[in-house]
């Protein structure tokens, strides 16, 4: 059996204003090509299939037609991610062919896709992005006045109470031997490695899960994190993300994107990463206006790049002499060599930073006093609120 993990396409996002569709379009291109010519049984993307709720159509239209396509040669599973709309990815479902099955729902995710193979069933399991305050109540205990017990307001506690139920499951189908299981997973496993582009997930200031949760599953297909990376975790347990199919920040600058090639045949999964096709590279230049113009900025000009300029006065019209030099310069930053000291010690806010911690920031700069307790309470529930009401748009 073997399967091709992939993850957090998220079609419709843009780099720095730039629209990255036509680049998404030749990945996915290439996903059709390795499903081809590597007999790929299964395709499991972990979530993150768009960059926002309500996607744009010429997004909804690609995904429309590479799961078509994916489904001549090759069974498709996808679940959802934080940046998706649950319910708008998953419209449908029912309706979809046999080979594309989408699990997007709380209630089906002990539901598993079976797939047959000669040296028994291969069982995958996809479990939807778990927002704690949207599945604490349905993934909780039965209570003695009919009603749910909710779970404690954590990704640990709901991921863990998902997973009980998938082993359950999966122990009530051993019948002669144990079949092999796969689980695809959308969350921040302790021992991952973020970049920047990754949206914020935490709850109650906590937005990992431990990877033992995952216990007794022959391959975790993770996504979230877009730097493709193994996991530690449990004997007999392969917890890998598989990364995102292109650089969606500078932060991503060293990435090597790849998918996943998983082959479940022996005592344990053995996977091979696939690169990734790269329409353009990223990079960063530093260095004096004159010696970029030169010969220090001829590896570059067709990247898209990150200019940092040292001069000592910020040069004249250096906007336009830096794109002339450099068309698919991304962002242009005037910073004289004297300044790097000074600049290392200024705050930077960056989409990594927490919002919560940035914030409470303005509220010292303007009070001239840090926020109490009861202060960043309320701002931190305020934040979580606003994500909450993102991701049910």
């Known amino acids: 059996m073997r399967l091709l993990h992939t993850s ?32 790929v049984d299964a395709v499991v993307v972990a979530g993150d299939v768009y960059d926002r709720a309500i996607p744009p159509v010429e997004a909804v239209t690609l995904l429309s037609e590479t799961l078509a396509r994916l489904a001549e040669h090759t069974t498709v599973v996808v679940t959802s991610g934080n940046h998706d709309s649950a319910t708008r990815l998953g419209f449908g ?58 779970l404690a307001r954590s990704h640990q506690a709901v991921t863990a109470a998902a997973m009980a139920r998938v082993r359950a499951d999966a122990a009530g189908r051993r019948g002669a031997g144990r079949p092999r299981t796969v689980v695809a997973a959308h969350a921040f496993v302790v021992g991952g490695e973020a970049s920047e582009s990754e949206r914020d997930i935490r709850v109650g200031g906590v937005d990992h899960v431990t990877a033992d949760v995952f216990a007794g599953v022959d391959y975790v297909a993770l996504g979230h994190l877009h730097g493709p990376q193994v996991v530690p975790g449990p004997d007999g347990t392969v917890l890998r993300y598989s990364g995102s199919p292109l ?17 479940l045949a022996g005592d344990a999964p053995v996977t091979e990463l696939v690169p990734a096709p790269v329409p353009r590279r990223l990079a960063e230049v530093t260095g004096t206006l004159d010696d970029l113009l030169g010969a220090a900025g001829e590896p570059h000009t067709d990247d898209w790049v ?26 242009v930053h005037h910073r004289p ?36 307790d009861a202060e960043v309470h309320v701002l931190r529930r305020a934040y979580e609120q606003v994500l909450a009401g993102e991701r049910s748009a």
């Not at 957090?8 to 996915?28: I, K, N, P």
């Open 306 to 331: 990150r200019v940092t300029v040292t001069d000592p006065a910020r040069p004249s019209d250096l906007f336009r002499r830096v794109r002339a030099r450099f068309p698919h310069a991304l962002a």
């Open 93 to 150: 479902a029912a309706l979809m062919r046999e080979r594309v099955r989408l699990r997007t729902r709380v209630a089906g995710l002990a539901e598993p896709v079976v797939l047959p193979s000669d040296g028994g069933d291969v069982l995958v399991y996809g479990l939807p992005y778990l927002d704690p305050d949207a599945a604490r109540v349905e993934l909780g205990e039965d209570g003695p006045d009919g009603g749910r017990v909710p």
């Open 8 to 39: 957090d396409w998220h079609l419709g996002r843009t780099l720095h204003g730039v629209d990255l569709l036509d680049h998404q379009a030749a990945h996915l291109d290439h996903l059709v090509d390795v499903v081809r010519a590597e007999a």
């Open 247 to 263: 650089a969606y920040s500078f932060s991503e600058l060293r990435h090597r994107k790849s998918s996943v090639l998983v082959d």
């Open 337 to 372: 060599a004297g300044a790097e000291r000074a600049a290392a010690r200024a705050a930077l806010v960056t989409s990594a930073a927490d919002p919560v911690e940035v914030a409470g920031d303005f509220v010292a700069h303007v009070t001239g006093a840090p926020p109490t």
